[in-house]
């Protein structure tokens, strides 16, 4: 019986009381699992907590290995699912911010650490311009919810605090992730038994879905107020380069890999520095009679050889690509083997 009444501690009312979202089912759904296993191993959880107190003891023996358990999911779980998510919220919410400001982010690590931890920017807070993706979603709030869940159904107390977050792009993260490296010290206390270390939790971020700062930033139509283009990122299945790929990449507004290229990061800071590791690349898919290379970096920053009338190198239409009502054009490295295999439908464009 006595079990029966624990049980009951967790029915669906006590549930939905309780004011967690999103992440926190993932979190409950973990607990649950692991509740069952104290549950079968010992009487109660009161039975647990004042069971004896050597470390031979079955059930004080059974509380370490099973809070043990709940340690490692913490780190490899619960908390690196905070991170992910939260990371994504942060890095759209600086976006969205560029694209109201119309201005770079310059200190991207600096103004992220400061999004995810306190919804603010530069100080000022990210819902005053009507900026939401953060709200409640900090990641502080994140981790109070992980703390109250640990004590509400698992009787264990969890004490997490955020030593320090790093940002980056690697080798691992690849150029369509961010790396998001977080120092957390960790006190755990089960009542017979307790943990304390400090861990770097590393969660990689997908970026697909968040809005091109180059497109939004850099199209004179967007200056006019004419027109707003814009692009998000979506990296491309498409693994054969010729004819037939370049229109598909055109057409589905899809992102590449690019060793030439700004990489994510870079470009959040408008910088159009390459990125060996991390460099990706669209292709300018609305029509203009700019005389430059319709790789977007090339496009953008008008610096690629070939992208300026006269120079030395040409640039070029391609067949059934280029039309009158879309002007598309690239320069002899993008039509080359090694990248779109277009030298054979390639006509050079005679303002080059």
Not at 60 to 77: F, G, H, P, W
Not at 137 to 159: D, G, Y
Not at 166 to 194: C, I
């Amino acid at each position: 019986m006595k079990r029966t009444k624990n049980c009951r501690c967790l029915g669906a009312p006590k549930f939905f009381k309780f004011r967690g979202k999103g992440i926190f089912f993932t979190i409950i759904s973990l607990f649950v699992v692991t509740l069952i296993y104290f549950f079968v191993m010992t009487d109660s959880m009161g039975d647990v907590r004042y069971s004896s107190r050597a470390a031979g003891g079955v059930a004080a023996k059974e509380r370490i290995l099973s809070t043990n358990d709940y340690v490692t999911s913490l780190k490899a779980d619960y908390v690196e699912r905070a991170l992910r998510t939260g990371s994504y919220n942060a890095l759209l919410s600086m976006v969205t911010y560029m694209n109201k400001t119309h201005s770079f982010i310059s200190g991207v690590q600096g103004n992220f650490t400061e999004v995810l931890l306190n919804g603010t920017i530069e100080g000022t807070p990210l819902a005053d311009m009507e900026i939401y993706f953060m709200e409640n979603k900090t990641l502080p709030v994140k981790i109070e919810e992980i703390q109250a869940a640990s004590m509400e159904f698992l009787r264990i107390n969890a004490s997490l605090l955020i030593k320090g977050i790093n940002l980056e792009q690697n080798a691992e993260s690849g150029p369509f992730r961010v790396a998001v490296a977080l120092n957390l010290s960790v006190y755990v206390d089960s009542g017979v038994a307790s943990w304390n270390d400090t861990y770097t939790i590393i969660s990689y971020t997908e970026i697909d879905g968040i809005s091109d700062p180059f497109y939004f930033m850099f199209t004179p139509e967007n200056y006019s107020g004419n027109i707003n283009y814009s692009n998000s990122f979506k990296k491309t299945n498409i693994s054969e380069w010729n004819l037939n790929g370049t229109k598909s990449l055109i057409l589905e507004r899809g992102y590449k890999y690019e060793e030439k290229a700004p990489s994510f990061l870079n470009r959040l800071q408008g910088s159009f520095s390459a990125s060996g590791c991390c460099g990706i690349e669209s292709l300018i898919y609305f029509n203009s009679t700019k005389n430059m290379s319709f790789a977007d970096y090339c496009y953008f920053s008008e610096r690629c050889q070939g992208s300026n009338p006269k120079a030395n190198f040409s640039l070029y239409n391609i067949t059934n690509i280029t039309t009158d009502v879309y002007r598309f054009k690239l320069e002899p490295y993008h039509i080359g083997t090694t990248k779109y295999d277009l030298f054979n439908f390639s006509i050079k464009n005679n303002n080059s």
